[in-house]
């Protein structure tokens, strides 16, 4: 096939943006289709096989009408636009970027940045209670926070509740210092930060002085009922079954909650079921709950997480074939006997 040349006209304004620093944008582009992009007198041209050109102009395209919308755009938005294109998803990511759930107190605006995410945002919006099961990165316990927050300011819920189980990673709390909310305060951290960047420490400690936001670790819920408020429970994989009815019996009317986990990152003892993973499969068919399984492909975070959490999904499930041919084996063996 012949070689084949689309222009593509740029704002100047723009055209940083859309190239990234040192031009990286453009070269993962150009890696990744075969193409060669050049800046030509405030126009884009791309040169190739026109097929692999068509598709560059496609994710130029969008990533230009990103940019007009005042998006900064990060690696991230690069490499799921050209994940998307290869998928034949046209006009994804401006779907997605038009969905703004809040601002940040510094006024970035919080948005959904992948399919999976908007699913789990659109899944919250929709049902009463919502798992959002997957890996570091993926914004899980972020994106709650966010429309938790966005709940409380509208007035839709009278308070925020947020929760995860004091599970020691190797270490037991009794030989931390200080008193209990010391000892505890540590695993609800993550929480702390996402409401500061959010909310603002001001506001947020404003509110907590009021009773109206509540940062407590799980075995806290046992024996209340939680009227009209926004529930979050954070790290769900460390959870047991037993730890998990109390949580989920504990809601009351006027109530939302998000439930968030990895199942591939518990720290609970080796022969104990985990809450989360026993949900799953008692629950999965009553209405008004929603489970939404996001995957590397909704890593957010710095691209190397993305492969390292896909590196291990790999590895894992590679673990389990092999699992399940020994079993196979052993059964055959035993069977003729």
Do not use: W
């Not at 939302?256 to 518990?266: E, F, I």
């Amino acid at each position: 096939m012949g070689e084949f040349t689309v222009r593509i006209d740029v704002p100047i304004e723009h055209m940083q943006n859309l190239f990234g620093g040192r031009d990286s944008y453009i070269r993962k582009i150009e890696d990744d289709l075969h193409v060669i992009i050049v800046d030509r007198d405030g126009a884009i041209k791309i040169n190739g096989e026109k097929e692999a050109v068509m598709k560059a102009a496609h994710i130029m395209r969008e990533l230009v009408a990103l940019s007009e919308r005042g998006n900064i755009l990060e690696e991230q938005n690069v490499d799921y636009a050209i994940e998307l294109e290869h998928e034949n998803k046209e006009n994804v990511l401006l779907e997605i970027d038009g969905d703004c759930i809040c601002h940040t107190v510094s006024g970035k605006p919080i948005k959904p940045k992948t399919l999976g995410q908007k699913k789990y945002v659109d899944a919250i919006r929709e049902h009463m209670i919502v798992f959002g099961i997957g890996p570091a990165g993926t914004g899980k316990t972020y994106l709650a926070m966010a429309m938790a927050i966005t709940a409380f300011k509208n007035n839709e819920v009278g308070r925020i509740i947020l929760t995860r189980p004091a599970i020691e990673a190797g270490e037991k709390l009794g030989f931390l210092p200080g008193d209990l909310q010391s000892k505890v305060d540590p695993y609800l951290r993550p929480l702390y930060d996402a409401l500061y960047q959010i909310m603002g420490a001001e506001s947020f400690a404003k509110n907590m002085e009021k009773g109206l936001i509540e940062v407590a670790p799980l075995a806290y819920m046992r024996g209340r009922t939680l009227d009209n408020a926004y529930i979050i429970l954070d790290e769900a994989q460390n959870t047991t079954p037993a730890q998990m009815k109390m949580f989920l019996t504990r809601i009351g009317f006027g109530s939302k909650v998000v439930v968030t986990g990895d199942a591939s990152q518990k720290d609970l003892a080796p022969d104990t079921k985990s809450g989360l993973d026993v949900a799953e499969k008692v629950l999965a068919k009553i209405n008004d709950i929603a489970f939404c399984n996001l995957s590397s492909k909704d890593v957010v975070r710095h691209p190397l997480v993305q492969k390292i959490v896909k590196a291990y999904e790999d590895y894992e499930s590679r673990e389990i074939k092999r699992n399940e041919l020994r079993q196979k084996s052993r059964n055959y063996n035993r069977g003729k006997r």
